[in-house]
């Protein structure tokens, strides 16, 4: 089917003619070994559902180390097996877990502790050119996030992917039994007030193509079928020949740097007016498979 | 199921205890008969999916008249009878029209034409509080449309839901017949380099939960059924008792920026800490069905 569609020169592909300069994808696919950095096996946990999809989360220990460490020992006891997708609001979330509220908790998991919402310092290392709608500073910090500060404290922000810790009025801070992953445009209003604890990285599209909920705040109604959750594991929990390895592209590399203003200056032949600038969460951080070695 | 879900209360619901202040929802939902607007028939595109769902769009024309008016042929004409939705690209855009890009057009419409990408003036009427990442200035304009400003120029943005004409490399404008809709977080940098002709008012999530396409740029591959769209029509080429009437807040009206206030100061009892602003797309216009009469 050699048919040229519309919108096709949109993204990473060749184009014949003058030849353009390279587009981010191109920019960060052809970055340096160097300029990339495995994630550790015990920084991913893998959801698999119903249908065999897997939806791949990168845990994010430096920023909610306590609230990571509770959802290591969830997947280690294997809670979440038979647990399910109960929630999928329309550009909003995706949300899973107990839907009956009733399953006991393991050992060393509970709500509650000191909220994990923000840090102090770390601000990025790289920042965006234009202002934020939201905070002082946005950026990513060195180890891969997007982040924004208002110079004292710096926080994750809830891009698309990003998978946070439900909970309920405070002083709950959520177990990390019950979590949620963003499906819609970035509900930043929400940043600094929910733990966010991670992103996924392969499979999201599991999540955003559910059916929504028909019930309110988009929870599946009697009528709808929950997507069962088979199993939930930690790469370093499975075999070594079995761990999905991936790396990212690190924002103190040069490569990304380049990347960021390829993002936020398209160019032609397909984009005629280039913004100057993009928001924070239009600047999804580069994380691929790497292959094994 | 009179279970308490996590994150129950992030939206419109009544909350006991303590009274709560109004939420956006509440706030639009409390708004006089005055601050409503009704949308035109002629300005209502009704799509009917093979699974009987219907993606409703409000027509731009006071942004993209030659592009509305071509849509307007195609919808008269049933050009899109038999179309389908033929690429769904993950966190991006959801696309119909002609996969096989061989149906001749109507009478009167064709690709071509100068572009729709922006308009003299039209500066909003309402704008946000922060600034924005993409423009010198954002907010609404005073016939209900997210946009934004170089003080010169006005153009609309590519908000979730909003609904654009692909196009292929200049010339190329777009005919009309192939368009998109945002199902993911808004990919401003396509402002100005699209034209936009309107926005999905009901039913986006029949859009927006369909299986991704697992070609290039979320195309469907041959072994996936592109979504056959049924019928598409105007409402004003419906009998008037089978018309769906909807009307949107008026940005002009105080409760609109009552409402705004609201979304970019987000309250207890869930929100501890309020960003004090938000982007443009997080702050959707109120658009509801109305009563007959």
């Known amino acids: 089917m050699p048919i040229l569609l519309p919108l096709a020169f949109l993204f990473d592909q060749a184009v014949p003619a003058a030849k353009p300069p390279p587009s981010p994808a191109e920019i960060a696919a052809g970055a340096p070994a160097a300029a990339w950095r495995a994630i550790a096996d015990e920084d991913i946990l893998i959801f698999t559902l119903f249908n065999r999809r897997q939806v791949i989360v990168q845990l994010a220990a430096s920023f909610a180390p306590r609230h990571v460490e509770r959802m290591r020992l969830l997947a280690g006891s294997r809670w979440w097996n038979g647990a399910s997708v109960y929630r999928v609001q329309d550009n909003y979330v995706a949300q899973w877990g107990d839907a009956s509220e009733k399953k006991p908790l393991p050992a060393g998991v509970a709500d509650g502790g000191a909220a994990e919402y923000e840090r ?3 601000a990025p290392v790289l920042r965006m050119t234009r202002p934020d709608s939201f905070a002082a500073i946005a950026g990513f910090s060195d ?3 997007p982040v924004a500060s208002d110079g004292k404290y710096s926080w994750l922000t809830h891009c ?8 309920d009025l405070a002083p709950s801070v ?6 949620y992953a ?3 445009h970035a509900p930043r209003a929400l940043d600094r007030n929910i733990a966010l604890v991670g992103r996924v990285i392969e499979g ?5 193509s559910l059916p929504r909920g028909t019930g309110k705040l988009g929870f ?3 009528d709808q079928v929950p997507a069962a959750i088979v199993s939930a594991r930690l790469a370093s929990a499975l075999l070594p020949a079995e761990r999905p390895r991936f790396e990212y592209l690190m924002p103190t590399s040069p490569t990304f740097a380049r990347y960021l203003k390829a993002r936020e200056n398209r160019e032609p032949p397909f984009f005629t007016v280039s913004a ?3 928001d924070l969460c239009s600047v999804a951080v580069p994380v691929r498979r790497r292959s094994a070695g």
Chains 1, 2 share one sequence.
């Open 174 to 179: 959520g177990s990390g039994a019950e979590l």
């Open 160 to 167: 698309y992917g990003m998978v946070g810790v439900a909970r």
């Open 276 to 278: 100057g600038g993009a």
């Open 204 to 208: 999201i599209d599991a999540l955003s």
């Open 143 to 145: 180890d891969g996030w």
């Open 120 to 122: 102090i310092g770390g």
């Open 182 to 184: 963003v499906i819609g």
């Open 220 to 222: 599946y109604e009697k």
